[in-house]
């Protein structure tokens, strides 16, 4: 396990990159309705991980990064990621000591607060959502996160320094 251990910021940053490649990439419409949300799986998993390093602020910038991206209001997405890295941070001794499809469980609640606080916002603006396309990314977040934990976690066991 990585917790407490110094991973390079390299590393950090280019898993963030690859996240966010894949939350911007063109895909099909039947498509986007089970593509999970890689970039909020990746900052949760470096807010559990590297809670020093990779904290509320990070998981904020990350989140005000999708709202450029995407054009949507400054700050829906940062508010959405601050509150999703405030809980995983308030449940970080529970996560640490569970394995990954515990995890998941734990997170899905999480999961469902992050894209709830996007739903909130777009309800009061008036930007009106498929449910369907709202809440299965919750799903398919919680079902991938074994993979993607494990996955991010393999890459910075290499990268460790003690």
Not at 30 to 59: C, D, E, K, R
Not at 81 to 96: G, N
């Amino acid at each position: 396990m990585i917790v407490n251990k110094q991973v390079s910021s390299l590393l950090i940053g280019s898993s963030l990159l690859i996240a966010i490649l894949l939350v911007i990439l063109p895909l099909p419409p039947w498509a986007l309705l089970y593509w999970p949300n890689f970039l909020v799986i990746t900052v949760l998993f470096w807010v559990l991980m590297q809670p020093l390093s990779f904290g509320l602020g990070m998981a904020w910038c990350c989140g005000l990064l999708i709202d450029v991206l995407h054009g949507t209001p400054l700050g829906q997405h940062g508010l959405a990621m601050a509150v999703a890295a405030y809980l995983v941070l308030k449940l970080r001794e529970i996560l640490w000591f569970s394995v990954y499809w515990q995890q998941a469980l734990f997170l899905l609640p999480v999961f469902g607060i992050h894209e709830f606080v996007l739903f909130w916002i777009d309800g009061v603006i008036g930007h009106d959502i498929e449910p369907l396309h709202r809440w299965l990314p919750v799903c398919t977040n919680t079902v991938i996160w074994p993979a993607c934990a494990l996955c991010l976690e393999r890459f910075a066991e290499r990268d460790v320094r003690y």
